[in-house]
C-alpha cells in the first residue's frame, strides 16, 4: 500500500500540517504531490483514470448529504480492501488530499480526474483529536489521523503505533 499525499499549495508552509509527519516515518510508503488545477500530476492522473488509485474521500457531506453525485461511484472501505489487497496486481495507492477540509472540497470540485476516482471511506468513530485549526468539520480528520487509521484497518499496526506516539508528540510540541 503507497499513501500519496496530493498536497495543496499552501499546506507546505503550514507549521500546522500532519502530513509531514507520515513522510518523515515512512519514506517509503508515503510521498508528496503538489496538487494544481491546471497542471495536474500526470502519474496520479493516469492512476485514477485508469483505477489503479483510490482517493480516500467520504461518502457523505457534513449535512448527511451525497457528496457531488458519490453514488455513481464505486466506494469501498479499508476492510474491502484489506479482502481484495491479495488478489490485485502490486499495490495501490491511496490518494489522501493534504488541506484544510475547504480546500480538499475544492481539490475534488476543480479536478476532473479525482471526481472520477474510485473512492475509499473511512467509518471512524472516534472524533479527531486535531485541533489546530478553526472551522474543521466535527467528524472529519486531519491528514495524520486518516493515515494511522487506514493503518490499523489494513493490518499495519506497528506502523500505525508509530504515527499515533508521532501525532502525540506533535499535538504536545503545538499547543
Known amino acids: 500500500m503507497k499513501f500519496v499525499l496530493l498536497t495543496h499549495e499552501r499546506e507546505y508552509e503550514r507549521p500546522s500540517n500532519t502530513g509531514q509527519l507520515a513522510l518523515a516515518a515512512f519514506p517509503e510508503l508515503c510521498r508528496r504531490v503538489p496538487w494544481s488545477r491546471v497542471a495536474p500530476d500526470e502519474a496520479i492522473k493516469q492512476a485514477c483514470e485508469s483505477g489503479d488509485a483510490l482517493l480516500l474521500f467520504p461518502k457523505e457531506n457534513e449535512a448527511g448529504e451525497p457528496d457531488n453525485g458519490a453514488g455513481?461511484?464505486?466506494?469501498?472501505?479499508?476492510?474491502?480492501?484489506?479482502?481484495?489487497?491479495?488478489?490485485?496486481?502490486?499495490?495501490?495507492?491511496?490518494?489522501?488530499?493534504?488541506?484544510?477540509?475547504?480546500?480538499?472540497?475544492?481539490?475534488?470540485?476543480?479536478?476532473?480526474?479525482?471526481?472520477?476516482?474510485?473512492?475509499?471511506?473511512?467509518?471512524?468513530?472516534?472524533?479527531?483529536?486535531?485541533?489546530?485549526?478553526?472551522?474543521?468539520?466535527?467528524?472529519?480528520?486531519?491528514?495524520?489521523?486518516?493515515?494511522?487509521?487506514?493503518?490499523?484497518?489494513?493490518?499495519?499496526?506497528?506502523?500505525?503505533?508509530?504515527l499515533d506516539e508521532a501525532f502525540d508528540a506533535f499535538m504536545l510540541d503545538h499547543r
Open 72 to 162: 455513481v461511484y464505486e466506494t469501498i472501505t479499508p476492510e474491502q480492501l484489506l479482502a481484495k489487497k491479495g488478489a490485485e496486481r502490486g499495490a495501490p495507492q491511496v490518494i489522501i488530499l493534504d488541506g484544510t477540509w475547504q480546500e480538499a472540497r475544492k481539490m475534488v470540485r476543480q479536478s476532473p480526474y479525482l471526481q472520477a476516482a474510485r473512492r475509499l471511506t473511512l467509518q471512524e468513530s472516534e472524533p479527531s483529536r486535531y485541533r489546530l485549526r478553526r472551522n474543521q468539520l466535527s467528524q472529519g480528520l486531519c491528514t495524520i489521523e486518516c493515515i494511522i487509521s487506514l493503518m490499523k484497518s489494513l493490518a499495519m499496526s506497528q506502523e500505525a503505533q508509530q
